[in-house]
């Protein structure tokens, strides 16, 4: 082996020869029940963030892992199409081209965004491949591709069928600048300060009497159609039936009683109805039967039609023409101020929806649009998890999900964009002339609510009802969430009845963030029930966030973005990866350094080192004795290994990484290259001793179930390492996954040999302390409380002597230490205490030792007064916060500690010197 780790050439090398030789594939006819995972297919417009590397590790880690057991386990990878945020990104390549998508026409641009995906859509799947993901990458599918796309319409066409999707006139989320109807849960909502604007609504019969509203969208007043009361107020009930005269208009609105709409509580207690801008006021509209009178067009302007059919004022209507809603909303108060029905201006916080792709504000805008009756549908879901067929982990994401699938609304999916599924519905012109506008210049096609659509799986060759050929196809696609719900089953071949199907449906666990257990994970587990039966998986595993080390959001604005691709240049792809599954505890944000990163480089660091060690004192023969008859380091470490591999797979079942991860840390760090290794060097010193052998033999066994054991966490090193060190197979992914022998599990010899370890630590920390030099015999004294310790740390004498560098080490129960001895308390299980004496004669600078603790007993002395003078005022206990107090206290008592230990070791080294303390 090199002297050094480098990971460049050895990720690149592993990675070719695992694809090569087919590792990563699944197959029907494989042994092993199946185990299978789905990934969360990333947007084709994407690049590796943190938050793909901790989902895609963590995805590695449970697939590594269940194929070392011997499970048929199939990754099943794949992109997603990502309509709008794809189709924005070729639109922006055109802009510069000078063109644009109108200028191509739809199938030309279509074919533009084939291109660019054949060109740039990979980019995130080899990103992918570097980080280790062991994929069956013949099985790489597309959102877009054939057989999805066939799964798509048959999903549209059945559920038409079973009048679960329906086309409608309808308010819905509208983004101006993507010019498409977005789902309730693409907005996402900022707060932000806003004004409350109180108007004056004079009645028309009495306009010295008025209702004042109270409103946040002034300038939506123009399309009102009706105020609304509650009927039980005694303020206003008594209004009920009289009518408005709506100002800066020559149009009259009902009041109406309405106790769903109106919060008595809130505002005035008359509220405006807005039926074509308000998602409330089109409700209310309905229960009042009231007209819709939209007066902004779909970029958010002031509509010339839609002022004229409100009856505006004419000279208001015409500044107001073509305006955005802000300009509209200066205007709109300025008139109603000069009208005298401005009455107040308050401050007012309030949520903002938003675009999720683009953060334009969303407006309530009213469009035919296809939506799913999502209640149906909803219901199954909502057993399914009450019924633990569906597992949510961790546990609290449980309330989340059934408390938003109880208040589900119905999914509007239809989009006006043009890259995506086209929904397969087509309308006669013959029998839909008038609900069919179709202008040549600009080309444009509007189909109404009035059209009677023709859903298919293919074009229909006639009509129906008339019998013509003449047809136009609807002009929309699907929401990308619609095809990317079908993805657990439609991956795997349906609608067709495939071996894949039958064999790996249901999947067995989903990794996600929770940011779209909504968008995705409830979608999959409606339609998985809808037309597959068995839910689409048993396990939701949700990921918290990547943040930086401060807690904050990763943002490039921000400048804390940590790039995975540079950060697996650095410290090697095996690093991160062990830093995330080691910080990914259930429903904490990873706070993320490189520092953290670096710190587990080292580690793969002690894992090569180790290895080199092992190879280099491998010559000699290896004995495959029974464990009993080995060295008790040898019977030690194998019974902690063992105890290891019993808490990682433990917590690798309970979807505790960070638990696995720490695990496997702790034990190979601070048991197996600290001390087992170094146990191992006496037996080892004697090549051709039995002792040597059976140590050989017991270095092979248990450093190659260690890399088995830490395979799926870091398999580019451990697959490197495996290679080198006597082993059994072709590849260490394909060796036997480590299962605990509780037979080697011996609590007795963990006791024993411990007790010796923690002697030997206590020496080398008096080590430490006094600054001896590692080359320096020690002359130990070890006093113990009980003959049985005493003879316990008799039997391995030798090895506490050459583990700590003793020259003479005596050791009894009678033992009473030299005055210039340096000591430690070491506490045995059971909490009996061993002192440990170092004699320091004729090794360290007394004086310069002195003068080193002297300094120190000065600063904590200073101290110790200073938190002393605080603790005694009754203004300073009763008025700072509590944990101040508690750390104050805390310090004051440790300093004391500290003090005394020091004032110990003076007066020792006074004696030592022959003075007096």
């Known amino acids: 082996m090199e002297k050094s780790y480098d990971p460049k050439q050895v990720e690149t090398r592993w990675y070719r020869t695992w694809s090569e030789r087919g590792y990563f594939h699944a197959s029907v006819t494989m042994d092993g029940s199946p185990y299978v995972i789905v990934i969360p297919p990333p947007n084709i417009t994407g690049s590796l963030h943190m938050g793909h590397a901790l989902n895609n590790t963590i995805q590695d880690i449970l697939i590594r892992w269940r194929r070392m057991q011997g499970r048929n386990a199939l990754w099943v990878p794949g992109t997603d199409h990502a309509g709008i945020a794809t189709q924005n990104v070729v639109e922006k390549q055109l802009l510069t081209e000078g063109s644009s998508r109108d200028k191509l026409g739809r199938d030309r641009f279509i074919q533009r965004v084939w291109d660019w995906k054949a060109q740039s859509g990979d980019t995130i799947i080899e990103q992918l491949k570097r980080l280790g993901s062991s994929c069956d990458w013949d099985r790489l599918r597309f959102t877009m591709d054939d057989g999805l796309s066939k799964a798509v319409r048959e999903v549209f066409v059945r559920l038409h069928e079973d009048g679960l999707i329906y086309r409608g006139k309808r308010l819905i989320n509208w983004c101006p600048r993507c010019l498409t109807a977005l789902s309730d849960i693409e907005v996402e909502h900022h707060d932000t300060a806003g004004k409350l604007y109180h108007i004056r609504y004079p009645l028309a019969d009495d306009p010295a009497t008025h209702l004042t509203v109270a409103t946040t969208r002034p300038e939506t007043m123009l399309g009102d159609t009706g105020v609304a009361v509650h009927p039980e107020d005694p303020?206003?009930?008594?209004?009920?039936?009289?009518?408005?005269?709506?100002?800066?208009?020559?149009?009259?609105?009902?009041?109406?009683?309405?106790?769903?709409?109106?919060?008595?509580?809130?505002?005035?207690?008359?509220?405006?109805?807005?039926?074509?801008?308000?998602?409330?006021?089109?409700?209310?509209?309905?229960?009042?039967?009231?007209?819709?009178?939209?007066?902004?067009?779909?970029?958010?302007r002031m509509d010339a039609s839609g002022l004229r059919e409100a009856q505006v004022e004419e000279a208001l209507r015409e500044?107001?023409?073509?305006?955005?809603?802000?300009?509209?909303?200066?205007?709109?108060?300025?008139?109603?101020?000069?009208?005298?029905?401005?009455?107040?201006?308050?401050?007012?916080?309030?949520?903002?929806?938003?675009?999720?792709?683009?953060?334009?504000?969303?407006?309530?805008?009213?469009?035919?649009?296809?939506?799913?009756?999502?209640?149906?549908?909803?219901?199954?879901?909502?057993?399914?998890?009450?019924?633990?067929?569906?597992?949510?982990?961790?546990?609290?994401?449980?309330?989340?999900?059934?408390g938003w699938m109880r208040d589900i609304k119905d999914w509007c999916i239809s989009r006006q964009i043009w890259w995506g599924h086209q929904i397969p519905a087509w309308y006669c012109r013959n029998c839909n002339a008038e609900a069919i506008l179709e202008t040549?210049?600009?080309?444009?096609?509007?189909?109404?609510?009035?059209?009677?659509?023709?859903?298919?799986?293919?074009?229909?060759?006639?009509?129906?009802?008339?019998?013509?050929?003449?047809?136009?196809?609807?002009?929309?696609?699907?929401?990308?969430?619609?095809?990317?719900?079908?993805?657990?089953?439609?991956?795997l071949g349906w609608p067709d009845q495939t071996p894949e199907l039958q064999k790996f449906y249901p999947t067995s666990t989903l990794v996600t963030g929770f940011d779209i257990l909504f968008f995705w994970v409830a979608r999959m587990i409606m339609m998985g029930l809808k037309f597959m039966g068995p839910a689409p998986f048993k396990d939701v595993y949700i990921h918290a966030l990547v943040r930086d080390a401060e807690g904050q959001k990763m943002s490039k604005s921000k400048g804390n973005v940590i790039d995975p691709l540079a950060v697996m240049d650095k410290y090697g792809t095996d690093a991160l990866r062990f830093t995330l599954a080691a910080m990914a505890s259930p429903g904490r944000d990873i706070k993320l350094s490189e520092e953290r990163i670096e710190g587990y480089r080292n580690f793969a660091n002690k894992l090569w080192n180790a290895a080199r060690f092992i190879l280099m004192n491998l010559e000699g023969p290896r004995a495959e004795a029974p464990l009993a008859e080995r060295p008790i380091a040898d019977r030690w470490i194998m019974s902690r290994l063992h105890r290891c591999?019993?808490?990682?797979?433990?917590?690798?079942?309970?979807?505790?990484?960070?638990?696995?991860?720490?695990?496997?840390?702790?034990?190979?760090?601070?048991?197996?290259?600290?001390?087992?290794?170094?146990?191992?060097?006496?037996?080892?010193?004697?090549?051709?001793?039995?002792?040597?052998?059976?140590?050989?033999?017991?270095?092979?066994?248990?450093?190659?179930?260690?890399?088995?054991?830490?395979?799926?966490?870091?398999?580019?090193?451990?697959?490197?390492?495996?290679?080198?060190?006597?082993?059994?197979?072709?590849?260490?992914?394909?060796?036997p996954y480590p299962a605990q022998n509780t037979a080697f599990v011996k609590e007795n010899i963990e006791q024993e040999l411990e007790g010796s370890l923690k002697v030997v630590a206590g020496i080398r920390e008096i080590r430490g302390i006094q600054a001896i030099a590692p080359s320096k015999e020690l002359a130990v004294t070890v006093a113990t409380p009980t003959h049985a310790i005493e003879q316990s740390l008799r039997l391995h004498q030798g090895l506490i002597a050459s583990l700590a560098r003793a020259g003479t080490l005596t050791i009894g129960t009678d033992i009473t230490h030299l005055a210039s001895a340096a000591t430690t308390s070491i506490v045995f299980p059971g909490g009996s205490i061993v002192e440990v004496g170092v004699d320091l004669a004729g090794l360290i600078d007394?004086?310069?030792?002195?003068?080193?603790?002297?300094?120190?007993?000065?600063?904590?002395?200073?101290?110790?007064?200073?938190?002393?003078?605080?603790?005694?005022?009754?203004?300073?206990?009763?008025?700072?916060?509590?944990?101040?107090?508690?750390?104050?206290?805390?310090?004051?008592?440790?300093?004391?500690?500290?003090?005394?230990k020091l004032a110990g070791e003076l007066r020792r080294l006074n004696a030592l010197a022959g003075g007096s303390a």
């Open 235 to 300: 303020r206003y009930n008594r209004f009920i039936g009289r009518t408005i005269a709506l100002p800066l208009t020559q149009r009259r609105i009902p009041v109406v009683g309405d106790s769903i709409l109106v919060d008595r509580e809130f505002g005035t207690g008359a509220v405006k109805i807005t039926p074509a801008h308000d998602f409330n006021d089109f409700e209310a509209g309905i229960r009042h039967d009231l007209a819709r009178l939209a007066v902004f067009d779909q970029h958010a």
């Open 319 to 402: 500044r107001l023409t073509s305006q955005p809603v802000l300009k509209a909303r200066a205007l709109v108060v300025d008139a109603l101020e000069k009208g005298g029905f401005l009455a107040q201006v308050e401050d007012h916080a309030m949520a903002l929806g938003k675009c999720y792709r683009c953060k334009t504000v969303v407006e309530p805008y009213l469009s035919p649009q296809w939506f799913v009756k999502i209640q149906p549908l909803a219901e199954p879901a909502i057993k399914a998890v009450e019924e633990g067929r569906v597992r949510l982990i961790p546990e609290q994401w449980t309330n989340n999900y059934l």
């Open 440 to 491: 040549s210049s600009p080309k444009s096609l509007t189909i109404t609510s009035d059209a009677k659509p023709v859903v298919a799986r293919t074009a229909p060759s006639h009509c129906p009802d008339c019998g013509q050929h003449d047809f136009v196809r609807d002009p929309d696609v699907l929401d990308t969430w619609f095809s990317s719900a079908l993805w657990p089953f439609s991956t």
């Open 645 to 735: 591999i019993g808490e990682v797979n433990g917590s690798l079942e309970a979807y505790r990484f960070d638990e696995a991860a720490n695990a496997a840390y702790h034990f190979i760090w601070h048991e197996y290259c600290d001390w087992y290794l170094e146990l191992a060097k006496p037996a080892l010193a004697e090549k051709d001793s039995v002792q040597a052998a059976h140590t050989r033999a017991t270095l092979v066994e248990s450093f190659e179930t260690v890399l088995r054991l830490l395979h799926p966490f870091m398999p580019f090193i451990t697959e490197e390492i495996w290679q080198a060190v006597p082993h059994a197979g072709d590849s260490v992914m394909m060796a």
């Open 846 to 900: 007394i004086g310069k030792e002195k003068a080193r603790i002297e300094k120190r007993m000065k600063e904590l002395a200073a101290q110790i007064e200073q938190d002393e003078k605080k603790l005694s005022k009754p203004d300073f206990v009763a008025k700072v916060p509590p944990d101040v107090l508690k750390k104050t206290q805390a310090r004051h008592d440790e300093c004391r500690a500290e003090h005394a």
